[in-house]
């Protein structure tokens, strides 16, 4: 049974930091794209950061450039994402997400699977 179980969210001031996990089980995704996802109360969710199935490529969503970073490790089979300087619009529950065409590069939601249960991010003002 494949899972993608994301953790380390929870309550930071404005301007903290915080740093999520996301780790698969049941298969490896070496030879995927990963991404990071977001969906605040009563929006859809929105990708925020890709990374290539090697890890030597990343891309961020604009709202979130210079502030987040994606990295991953193969080994351990987790994909990770270091937040900093946090905005209250921020606040959201972020997901995990593994590409359904390998290698190549989508930042569409509906290009992504095995979402996970996510991890609630809240940023108070």
């Known amino acids: 049974d494949v899972q993608l179980q994301a953790f380390g969210g929870g309550l930071v001031q404005a301007g903290g930091s915080l740093r999520l996990s996301c780790a698969a089980s049941?298969?490896?995704?070496?030879?995927?794209?990963m991404g990071w996802f977001r969906q605040a109360p009563g929006k859809g969710r929105e990708w925020i950061s890709l990374i290539s199935s090697d890890g030597s490529r990343s891309t961020n969503e604009d709202s979130v450039k210079g502030r987040f970073t994606i990295s991953r490790d193969n080994v351990k089979n987790t994909l990770y994402l270091q937040m900093n300087s946090l905005k209250p619009e921020d606040t959201a529950v972020y997901y995990c997400?593994?590409?359904?065409?390998?290698?190549?590069?989508?930042?569409?939601?509906?290009?992504?699977?095995?979402w996970g249960q996510g991890t609630l991010v809240t940023v108070s003002s």
């Open positions: 997400g593994v590409s359904r065409h390998g290698r190549s590069w989508f930042n569409r939601v509906d290009d992504y699977y095995y």
């Open positions: 049941g298969r490896t995704f070496n030879g995927y794209v």
